[in-house]
């Protein structure tokens, strides 16, 4: 079988079909696995612990199966923080690297063979409806991989429009915003925390400093409200702060090659201006300097595959449950439109995805994971994050393995089985 992109959800289901037996080979198209936590430098786990009113609970975790491994095997390495306040939950900030190393040595523990550098730009695709793998490219030249069952964890549904099955991009077309976010050295972190407190999110008194130097164009900063976590290295912050759009004021989408051009240069633009404004105006960062950004923007929506199921928006808030939920999250819609990021939380409960999700509604040989699922526009804004593409990874991946193995199209698969399956391997679903 074949998986099609290394972040969270195509190293777990890589990683959890070639246990089950499956022969599996994993396409990146960078040096490295990671996706959006990575090359994207999103920095954080997010979606691993529950969200509650009272400021005194302690972290108290929800999800689990494949991503407890995976934080084992980052913590080993010491790459991998305590948790840390975000607004009503809890989140971990990692270090990117060691993301990448950790994901190697679990790729190659499992026998799966890794093909990097290597980009996909067409399906195999029998009669207009089976998937029977990929074309793609490596400085070899072009080659063919062929494969039973094909995930496609793009990001993108990349492989899902290239088979010409259903997708739909954002809402009406529009996407939320990208954002370059980048990492600050020299912060006294120490001062930094005494002044403005243990949450992520940065208070009022922030966001009104910036607005206030931003209206006296002493700078351009298009984002008042903004997010600055301290990392697993001393002196530093991951600050997710910049709000990319385009020249014309427009959503910039990175399926579009000038839209996406633009958001990297436009990214980068307003990384020096946020890093200019820290160092300028807040405790403990009168010494700071960008270490890092990253590798590539990052890319919160582009393209969703229609699936047999389409997670709603009222599902998140709502706490809905589904017999075949085959992964929970306790995310809030954290949505990225419009003039400042909208949260919206889920007290003390989770919501359900269910297998659907990631089984194309048309097509054969095909299933989807990670933030590509089928899901609704602000559906997607909760569901998208790191831990939750762990939880999908797990699910495909057992899933693609029993269709690889025993000949079963995915759109057969009982995901109440899958479920099942999943919390006899600690996934603890409710």
Known sequence: ??????????????????????????????????????????????????????????PRQLVHGFLDEFVVAMEQRGGLAPPIRYGKTFTRVHDPLVWREAADALLMEAGVQVLFHTTVFGALVEGGEKVEGVVAYTKEGRTTISAKVTIDASGDADIVAMAGFPSFIGQDGRVQNPTMIFRLLGV????????????????????????????????????????????????????????????????????????????????????????????????????????????????????????????????ILAGTKFRDGIAQSPWPIELHAGAKPRVEWLLDDVYEIPYGCFVPQRGEGLLTAGRCLSAEHEAVASARVTAQCFSYGHAIGCAAAICALEGVAPRDIDGVAIRAELNREGAQLA
């Not at 002493?218 to 409200?225: F, S």
């Not at 530093?236 to 090659?257: K, M, S």
Request: aromatic share 8%; charged share 25%.
């Open 188 to 315: 006294d972190v120490d001062r930094f925390r005494a002044e403005y407190g243990d949450d992520t999110i940065m208070g009022n008194a922030v966001s009104e400093l910036i607005r206030t130097r931003a209206a006296g164009n002493e700078y351009k900063l298009p984002r008042a409200k903004i997010w600055l976590f301290p990392t697993t290295r001393p002196g530093e912050l991951l600050c997710n702060c910049t709000r990319v759009i385009g020249a014309d004021g427009r959503e910039l989408n990175p399926l579009y090659v000038r839209d996406f051009t633009e958001a990297e240069i436009e990214g980068r633009k307003q990384v020096r201006e946020y890093a200019r404004f820290f160092r300028d105006n807040l405790v403990g960062c009168e010494h700071s300097f960008v270490n890092d950004t990253g590798v590539q923007v990052g890319v919160r929506q582009t393209r969703q595959a229609l699936g047999t199921h389409v997670l709603r928006n009222d599902d």
């Open 1 to 58: 079988m074949l998986v099609v992109g290394g972040g969270a959800a195509g190293v777990a289901a890589a990683i959890i079909a070639a246990r089950r037996g499956a022969r599996v080979v994993l396409v990146e198209k960078y040096g490295f696995c990671g996706g959006g936590a990575v090359a994207g430098l999103s920095g954080t786990i997010c979606g691993m612990y529950a969200a509650t009113n009272d400021a005194s609970a302690p």
